[in-house]
């Protein structure tokens, strides 16, 4: 019989342990979903999920999906949407390919190159939805046709490559063993991945007590210690068992690293800057943010701006994966992309939403394509799980607001 039925008030641990669960369902949920699917695909897939080579691949396969996912959200934060990121993130590979393969100009330059013509398409669009008030679904679909138009006539409707070595780097390089391998249970670790590994889950239990004690200095109810302490060390513990697997393979890639610079940036922008409290505000109500003083279509602007720089970053990780730049690339990268923010619990309706969030969303989208293709599971029928998932992810949101 529980204390409620009993007539007994629960304990203050209980009941605010019980509060702090209700009120962060969602994030509980989503690292527990995770964990949970990627146990159901371990135990399906015989144990390949988890081996070296496969977590590997599963980072290499997933980051430029996330990459564009930290884009996203802070567009579906504010409101909008953006349906063209695939289309420029294949067009932009495109241009990377021609640049390198056909006019021989260097890596570097063509990597600043097309980040810069990254941001000029998302301010191309930008400007119509900020300034001209059309909607973003119209501008972005627009955007979506023209620029797959584009790459299919740049590259002549034919495959372009390969890269030179040093672009493939980008996305299939690893870290170099400065320290030099180390041998554990029988087994050789790349030892500079298991000292990055324990050094960035170390800074997280750091920057979380910090944010803790912060918040109880300044007068907020922070959530029970016991909770504390059991989230951080279950999220420590998946961030150093992916490091150990990644250890014992072939280390950090590159793109990991280029990827985590960019969350705890946007962690950054979102929790401590202005500018992101901007955006949540505009998201949450355009109009009282205008009156309170925010330039919201400046906002807007700079919002795509962002959106269009991620978006070439992901075209040039994914073309230098492959190896080449294909006329189909890109194509249908805006699905798993919206997908994963709304997975990670961002809104519909805007002002809300994680960094977090949407990368444990994305990472739930990337471990379900990978589980079921190991599995050998159909495409069309993983087309319809993926859009199962991403119903019940948005009703589950819809629920929770109607009972709040």
């Known amino acids: 019989m529980s204390t409620e039925t009993a007539g007994v008030a629960p304990k203050p641990d209980q009941a605010s342990t019980q509060t702090a669960l209700k009120q962060n369902l969602r994030e509980y949920g989503l690292v527990l979903a995770l964990i949970a699917i990627m146990v159901f695909f371990q135990w399906q897939t015989g144990g390949v999920l988890f081996k070296p080579v496969n977590l590997t691949n599963l980072v290499l396969q997933n980051s430029y999906i996330i990459i564009m996912a930290l884009g996203m959200l802070l567009v579906i934060v504010g409101g909008h949407i953006d349906l063209s990121v695939g289309s420029v993130a294949g067009f932009v590979g495109a241009v990377a390919a021609v640049m390198m393969v056909q006019y021989k100009i260097d890596p570097i330059t063509t990597t600043l190159a097309c ?13 119509w939805i900020a300034y001209m008030k059309i909607p973003s679904f119209i501008v972005t679909l627009a955007g979506m046709l023209v620029f797959k138009g584009l790459a299919l006539w740049i590259l002549g409707g034919m495959s372009v490559g390969p890269f030179p070595r040093e672009f493939q780097l980008l996305s299939a390089g690893f870290i ?20 990055i590994g324990i050094a960035i889950v ?3 239990f750091w920057f979380s007590v910090r944010s803790r ?27 150093l068992f992916l490091i150990f697997m990644l250890a014992s393979y072939r280390g ?32 949450g109500n355009v109009k009282a943010a205008a009156l309170s003083g925010i330039k919201t279509e400046r906002l807007t602007f700079f919002v795509f701006i962002n959106m269009g720089v991620l978006a070439a970053l992901a075209g040039l ?8 730049a294909t006329p189909k690339a890109g194509l249908g990268f805006e ?7 709304f997975i990670g619990g961002a809104s519909m309706a805007g002002g809300v939403g994680q960094v977090a969030g949407a990368v444990i969303g994305a990472f739930i989208m990337g471990v379900m394509n990978n589980g079921m293709s190991i599995m ?26 109607n009972k709040a």
């Open 202 to 204: 170390a800074a997280m």
């Open 335 to 341: 699905l798993d992309v919206i997908a994963a923010v």
């Open 252 to 283: 950090l890639p590159n793109v990991l690293i280029v990827m985590g610079v960019l969350i705890a940036l946007f962690v950054f922008v979102t929790k401590r800057m202005t500018i992101g409290r901007r955006i949540y505000a505009m998201g």
């Open 115 to 127: 980040l810069v013509l990254g941001g000029l398409i998302g301010a191309s669009q930008g400007y």
């Open 376 to 401: 050998g599971v159909n495409i069309d029928w993983q087309q319809v799980i993926k859009g199962l998932v991403l119903l019940g992810a948005v009703v589950f949101d819809v629920y929770n607001k």
């Open 317 to 324: 990780i994914f073309a230098a994966r492959l190896n080449t």
């Open 176 to 195: 170099p063993d400065v320290v030099g391998p180390v041998t554990l249970f029988g087994t050789p670790f790349h030892s500079t991945t298991l000292l």
């Open 213 to 239: 004690r912060a918040r109880e200095s300044h007068g907020y109810a922070a959530e029970p210690f016991g909770l504390f302490v059991a989230k951080n060390v279950i999220i420590g513990g998946m961030v």
